[in-house]
């Protein structure tokens, strides 16, 4: 299983790092897998450590890709490094050891300290419109423009129906990204 999260890691020089990363959950460990280059892997090599922020505050992921990384941040307990302010739960960890891959290395973890700080509410259709726009944000390179478009009028039923105010404002970052992105390139934005 991958849950989607927001990692937050830290450089020796003590700058914190904000990124949307996928985390495997196996049976004792936890997985990351950043794409190199990535500041999340060198900070994570170089700390031996990392923090999961468990959030339902899409505006989070949304504002992470469109360079709003300025968001909330409170000490950790166990591990250098903070933890996102608000976020329903966090989970300290220690890596335990590394594969090393040319486009994908693999940082094995385990939990030190985790901690709850908000009760989960139950599942949001816009919240999961959201994460899969993001996605195709993240990767507007590599997608055919009738995929994005198709997947993105899917996505905006369950965005119109049941968005609340976060919600809407961090589609509409993503929806300015990919607005900036045809002006961009022309080329790729036309219907094949
Ligand atoms: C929901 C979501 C999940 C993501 N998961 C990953 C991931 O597992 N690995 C990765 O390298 N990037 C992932 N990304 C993209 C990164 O957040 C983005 O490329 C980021 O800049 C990572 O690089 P950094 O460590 O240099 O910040 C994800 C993005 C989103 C929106």
Redesign the pocket.
Known sequence: M?R??I?T?CSPQGVV???????HVLDDELL????????????VLASRAAVINYTDDVRI??G??SGRRDWPLIQAERVPGQRLAETLAHAELELLRWEEDEL?PKLYCRVVHEANHAPFRGFNRAQYAV?EA??L??RLHMLPWDKIESELAYLRIGLDKTAGAKELEAWGWLMDMIEDFKHANPDKAVRT
Do not use: K, Q, Y
Request: charged fraction near 10%; charge should be neutral; glycine fraction near 2%.
């Open positions: 991958i989607e999260t990692i890691s790092h904000i990124a949307p990363m996928g985390v990351i897998m950043p794409f190199r280059p990535s500041t999340t892997l060198d900070n992921f949304a992470c890709l994908r994460l993001a996605i944000v993240s």
